[in-house]
């Protein structure tokens, strides 16, 4: 197949790249800056549609991850670069998709599992599960969020590609022993005996190992009838507190220094984020990928942990 993965120079761009080209496929990543890789690489302005767009045209599959990093604070410059990055990049993918002679059979769109609702009392799938934006135990703040997985999706459903199957992917965090990624930098936090519960440690965690989020991509590549949002996680989200005390145990480490709401809005501030996201209770669970017949090999965390705490060890061997 020819892949193309716009904005895929990210963490999950490469799990995704390094995964296809291993099996044979053809992978072209647009990218505002290409840098070498084993892969080709294209540039776009991820706005309008220029020569990039003859990539589009004859390949078989669309994976657009584009979408600046949320990991910023929200003043009104990085709200608007959030906002405007993932809905002008979607929309460009859409009109060189409408536009192709020959447009890819399957389109599969960049969504968030931060969609879904503030909650602790039942997970939530595509069918059943609540959107956020009304819940009373959120704070306003964390609005923002709702508004651009909201938009990012409309951007998506508006094109009009008759041609091309469109999947919105609304993804937990991918977890690879990757440097710089989020599991990278959780087990850092484990590493130097900070690796306790954030703020109560109720809060669900929702995450999905990238062997099977690479998996599950394949999986929907190839099932014509899934259509619409699919939630991409593990089976089982876990309450921080517990989380954590996983990790800590896959690497050997008993004990890890909590952080209350307090020091993580002062650390959030330093660090120049948000404590959204770490606090946000995230309990999503892939009820359309189940019903489907996808197996999961990383159902659980506990067996997901010490898979990854293997591969960083052996990632960078002393």
């Given at each position: ?50 020569a990039w767009s003859a990539e589009v045209g004859g390949a078989d599959v ?120 989020i599991f990278d930098v959780l087990l850092g936090l484990v590493r130097k005996g900070l690796g306790g519960k954030s ?120």
């Open positions: 197949m020819k892949i193309v993965i716009p904005g895929g120079s990210g963490q999950v761009g490469a799990v995704l790249a390094r995964a296809f080209v291993a099996d044979g496929h053809e992978v072209v990543v647009l990218s505002r800056n290409p840098v070498k890789a084993p892969w080709r690489m294209v540039q776009w302005d991820a706005e309008t549609v220029g669309v994976i657009n991850l584009a979408g600046r990093s949320v990991n910023c604070r929200y003043n009104a410059k990085n709200r608007r670069l959030i906002l405007d990055s993932r809905v002008h990049s979607t929309r460009a993918v859409g009109k060189a998709i409408a536009q192709a002679a020959r447009p890819p059979r399957v389109w599969l769109q960049a969504s968030t599992a931060t969609i879904y609702a503030h909650r602790f009392d039942a997970p939530n799938d595509e069918a059943t599960g609540v959107l956020g934006g009304s819940e009373a135990s959120a704070p306003e703040k964390w609005q923002f969020s709702i508004d651009v997985a909201k938009a990012w999706e409309q951007a998506a459903l508006e094109a009009v590609v008759p041609r091309t199957r469109l999947l919105l992917l609304r993804s937990a965090m991918t977890m690879s022993p990757d440097r710089g990624g703020g109560n440690g109720r809060q669900y965690v929702s995450w999905i190992h990238d062997q099977d989020f690479i998996r599950a991509i394949y999986w929907l590549i190839d099932h014509e009838e899934f259509h619409g949002p699919v939630n991409l996680a593990s089976p089982n989200p876990v309450p921080n507190a517990e989380f954590m005390r996983s990790l800590r145990a896959a690497w050997g480490i008993r004990l890890g220094l909590p952080a209350a709401k307090w020091m993580l809005a002062l650390g959030a501030f330093f660090l120049r984020t948000e404590t959204e996201l770490v606090l946000k209770s995230r309990r999503v669970v892939p009820g359309r990928l189940l019903q489907s017949g996808f197996e999961f090999r990383f159902s659980t965390w506990a067996q997901a942990a010490a898979d990854l705490c293997r591969r960083w060890r052996e990632l960078r061997p002393t």
